[in-house]
């Protein structure tokens, strides 16, 4: 297999993979609920030849190669939609109140665009290539429910790699981005912060504990972390999204829930605003004869990037992409003129897996804004460009059987 052939396979399949992704799109589902997605992956995948396995709670896995001696790649692509109504312009909507606004329609079309090049040379893979359909990534669950599972054994997984697709880039669709070696994802924290006081009449707070006056000053003081407690290298973000409190304006309630979330790049960072939220909250009920109690649900840790993976990459997408169309992010650093790139603040929860197995995280750029791609990830009106579609399937295919062809 060169990468010539594989790219022109890739181009003859660019109609099947649109006809899956649209199909996904007008059948999204959120979380572990993607009851119908999971159903056409496990049907497309038996019509080409595979034997899928469910993982965990909706996960989908399946093996190619493996007739050879050699190592086990892992492939990933995360299936669930958002909680979003569609108001994107486009011919093939989603109906149902939810939407794929952040593009797991693309990435599982390409997931199973992958899995058919990779039949068509399965004899050739020098090892296993393991195909993982992940849920849930939106809540952070997905991938970690599927580790606990056992996607990562049986075989056990050597390396993996995931994609993710970017509209509102400003390069030709189907340009890839390789990662840097380190952390190029947050880890991310959701909280709950319930202040327990003693409702009241509005005209006597002397003989209530009145809450939202505590909540107030917690939400103040743990401003304080990132301003007072922290080093200017160590980079995070605590944001408060919700206050619940009260149904009357002359009534002091009993309680006061607050949520939010923290982004951190690295753990010890996470781990310490997690103990001083604790810590300043509590205390500061305590100072106001009020209680408060913090939680933390659901969320992931920080996503590594491989260096060996992410040296591999890039040679490998080089070979395979025509010229400006694979770049590392040390060469978009020195085209916009030399200066720094931040790392995303969007978290991932293929983190986990990055956390277990040297792994690599592949930007696809899906749409310009000069041709009309102007809304960002998880927006009503996002769309993105299916031209990307065919070449993110080869991008998956070979940088797989590459790397195991360099690591027998």
């Known amino acids: 297999m060169t990468a010539e052939q594989l790219k022109e396979e890739a181009g003859q399949l660019r109609n099947t993979i649109i006809s899956d992704r649209r199909y996904l799109h007008t059948h999204p589902g959120t979380g572990f609920d993607i009851e119908d997605t999971v159903a056409f992956v496990k049907k497309e995948l038996t019509a080409m030849g595979y034997e899928p396995m469910e993982c965990g709670r909706a996960g989908v896995i399946a093996l190619a190669g493996g007739k050879k001696p050699g190592k086990v790649f892992l492939i990933r692509g995360d299936m669930d939609a958002l909680p979003v109504k569609e108001e994107a312009d486009v011919d093939f909507p989603s109906t149902n109140g939810k939407m794929h606004a952040c593009g797991h329609d693309m990435h599982t079309a390409m997931m199973l665009g992958a899995a058919r090049l990779l039949k068509m040379h399965e004899d050739e893979i020098q090892g296993t290539i393991k195909l993982m359909f992940q849920p849930a990534e939106e809540i952070f669950e997905g991938s970690q429910d599927m580790i606990k599972a056992g ?14 697709v970017m509209a509102g880039m400003p390069f030709e669709a189907g340009t890839v981005v390789v990662s840097a070696p380190g ?76 949520g939010g979330s923290i ?62 169309k694979a770049f590392s992010v040390a060469e978009l650093n020195a085209m916009g003129g030399g200066q720094k790139s931040s790392k995303s603040a969007g978290s991932e929860d293929f983190a986990y897996v990055s956390q277990e197995v040297p792994s690599i995280m592949l930007a ?28 993110g399937s080869a991008v998956y295919a070979y940088t797989a059987m590459r790397w195991l062809e360099e690591h027998l």
Do not use: W
């Open 364 to 391: 696809l750029a899906a749409g310009q804004p000069e041709k009309g791609y102007i809304y960002p990830q998880h927006h009503p009106m996002v769309k993105f460009d299916e031209d990307a579609l065919a070449g």
């Open 263 to 324: 982004r951190t790049f690295d753990e010890e960072t996470r781990s310490y605003i997690k103990e001083r939220m604790i810590e300043i909250s509590e205390g500061i009920a305590k100072s106001f004869r009020t209680e408060a109690e913090v939680t933390f649900g659901s969320g992931c840790p920080t996503l590594v990037n491989d260096k060996d993976l992410s040296v591999c990459a890039e040679k490998y997408l080089k070979e395979l992409q025509e010229p400006g």
């Open 183 to 258: 952390v190029s994802a947050p880890a991310a924290d959701y909280f709950e912060i319930k202040v327990q006081g003693k409702g009241c009449h509005g005209s006597m707070p002397n003989t209530g504990r009145d809450p939202l006056n505590v909540a107030a000053h917690i939400l103040i003081a743990l401003q304080e972390i990132h301003a007072r407690e922290l080093a200017m290298s160590d980079q995070a973000v605590l944001t408060f999204g919700t206050m619940r409190a009260g149904t009357a304006a002359n009534v002091i309630p009993d309680s006061v829930v607050m």
């Open 151 to 164: 996607v990562l054994e049986n075989p056990h997984v050597d390396a993996a790699l995931m994609i993710h």
